[in-house]
């Protein structure tokens, strides 16, 4: 039988077959396709089952995947693993207030998709707590970030601002969510799909964020053939496996500078006649994205 993980704990997969939901281990033998990754099956895979007794079901196979996510591990020693598979579209949930989503992040999570080649759209949640300089930021970030060709959303879970839109965008898809803790993701899945019961946190007074409350990330049908995933806060996120040269290549708005410095091994710091620095310098590449550039680029251990 052929079915999609709609959840994983570590030892069990929760997975749906023929519309119902069965628990499922591993079979022993399944080994890792990458030795890098800690986890060898992932929310949103096809997978081959067999069952083992009359309620519980044994995967056999992995289907091969159309795309996935690999969110890197920043600790050192910590492995990485695959977020999610078969996705269309990743949402990152920002918030410009309570927390703040700092820009380095946002534009890390960028680079993480355009390098594993799914679509970004950017959500900004709480719009409701928005004063008038909160509006212009946003609408200065919006500005920027849609000409890099990133759809932005501005829409709040408290007062369903936006919601329709974010709707229309996530018909018809698997959608990831993803974004720092507290920002909402939970709240928002409530409210898409008010069936599903997810733990909403309280934000904590003291440090104006989340409690931490998704562990797993978890695949929901939030109505007919439109499944979102909801994946646990992230902290910090390291990129996985790009190189120096293949940095510029995940920033839009740098690709047709490639090639264009004076000197051909140009590292784009503080070499005369760079293109990219000339390009921020003329205002055709946002400062804060050329600084946040230069800050992965410098970031050796959170990008192999
Ligand atoms: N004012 C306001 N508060 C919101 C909005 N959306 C969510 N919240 C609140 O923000 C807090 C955190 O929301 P959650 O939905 O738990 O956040 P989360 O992103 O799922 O957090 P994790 O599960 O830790 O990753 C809760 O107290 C929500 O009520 C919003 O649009 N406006
Ligand atoms: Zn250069």
New binding site residues.
């Given amino acids: 039988m052929k079915g999609r993980v709609f959840k994983s704990t570590g030892s069990w997969y929760t997975v749906k077959v023929d519309g119902k939901y069965i628990e499922c281990r591993l079979r022993g033998k399944m080994r890792l396709d990458d030795e890098k990754v800690t986890n060898p099956v992932t929310v949103g895979d096809w997978v081959g089952i067999t069952m083992d007794n009359e309620k519980e079901g044994i995967i056999y196979e992995v289907l091969p995947r159309e795309n996935y996510i690999i969110r890197k591990s920043t600790r050192k020693k910590k492995h990485s693993h695959r977020l999610a598979a078969n996705i269309d579209q990743a949402i990152l949930?920002v918030?410009l207030v309570?927390p703040r989503t700092s820009l380095g992040f946002i534009d890390r999570f960028l680079v993480t998709c355009e390098s594993f080649r799914i679509p970004a759209i950017l959500a900004f949640?709480?719009?409701?707590?928005l004063d008038e300089a909160g509006l212009n930021s946003y609408k200065e970030l919006k500005f920027d970030y849609e000409e890099l060709g990133y759809q932005t959303l501005l829409?709040?879970?408290?007062?369903n601002?936006g919601i329709e839109l974010l709707k229309e965008k996530l018909t018809g898809k698997t959608s990831l969510?993803a974004?720092?803790?507290?920002?909402?993701?939970?709240?928002?899945?409530?409210l898409l799909s008010p069936k599903i019961t997810?733990?909403?946190?309280?934000?904590s007074e003291s440090v104006g964020k989340?409690?931490?409350?998704?562990t797993f990330a978890e695949m929901f049908e939030v109505w007919n053939n439109t499944y979102v995933i909801?994946?646990?806060?992230?902290k910090e996120l390291g990129l996985w496996n790009i190189g120096d040269e293949e940095l510029c290549h995940y920033f839009p708005e740098m690709r047709k500078y490639i090639g264009a410095c004076r000197f051909h091994n140009c590292t784009h710091i503080h070499e005369p006649g760079c293109a990219f620095r000339d390009a921020m310098e003329q205002g055709k590449i946002a400062p804060f994205r050329y600084e946040n550039y230069l800050s992965m680029l410098a970031d050796d251990d959170n990008r192999r």
């Fill in positions: 949930i918030t309570a949640n709480k719009a409701d707590l829409i709040s879970a408290e007062t601002q969510f974004g720092h803790s507290g920002v909402g993701k939970s709240t928002l899945l409530n997810q733990r909403v946190s309280e934000i989340g409690v931490h409350t998704t909801d994946t646990p806060g992230i």
